[in-house]
């Protein structure tokens, strides 16, 4: 961008330094980390959004209507929203013991979820073996 008043002639213009986004959560104030950008909320509602997803998951699988590709989905999803939780905890955010708390919290959360699904697949692949053994 050129500045066009400038008295010596066209000069360009600093450019405006981007407005930090505030969380998407309805009432919240607070500013979005750089690393959680995409999800549109700050770290707060970051966690309880995915622990509220991981619950909502694990009910679908308890259910017993989820698919290989759900399983496939779900894996995917723990997997990714760790890497995000990891990099926005370990940025230079400072956080209040009652947040790191919070933080620890969601990654159990998503480690139970891997754990509890790889228990489920186990368990749904020894009852498709066992009918096939007892035709034999």
Same mark, same amino acid.
């Given at each position: 961008m050129l500045d066009d008043d400038a008295p010596d002639g *066209?000069? *360009?213009?600093?450019?405006?330094? *981007?407005? *930090?986004a505030t969380c998407g959560s309805p009432g919240? /104030?607070? /500013?979005v980390p750089p690393q959680l950008g995409s999800e549109r909320?700050? =770290?707060l509602h970051f966690t309880l959004s995915v622990e509220q997803r991981c619950a909502e998951m694990r009910r679908r699988i308890v259910s017993? /209507?989820?698919?290989?590709?759900?399983f496939a989905e779900v894996?995917?999803?723990a997997t990714a929203q760790s890497l995000t939780l990891a990099r926005a905890?370990?940025?230079? =955010?400072h956080l209040t013991d009652q947040m790191k708390k919070r933080v620890l919290s969601t990654? =159990?959360?998503l480690m139970n979820q891997r754990e509890y699904l790889d228990e489920v697949s186990h368990t749904v692949a020894a009852e498709e073996i066992r009918p096939r053994r007892?035709?034999?």
């Open positions: *066209p000069k *360009p213009r600093a450019a405006a330094s *981007p407005r *930090p919240c /104030t607070a /500013t909320f700050c =770290l017993g /209507t989820a698919s290989e590709a759900y894996r995917s999803y905890a370990t940025s230079d =955010l990654f =159990l959360t007892a035709r034999a």
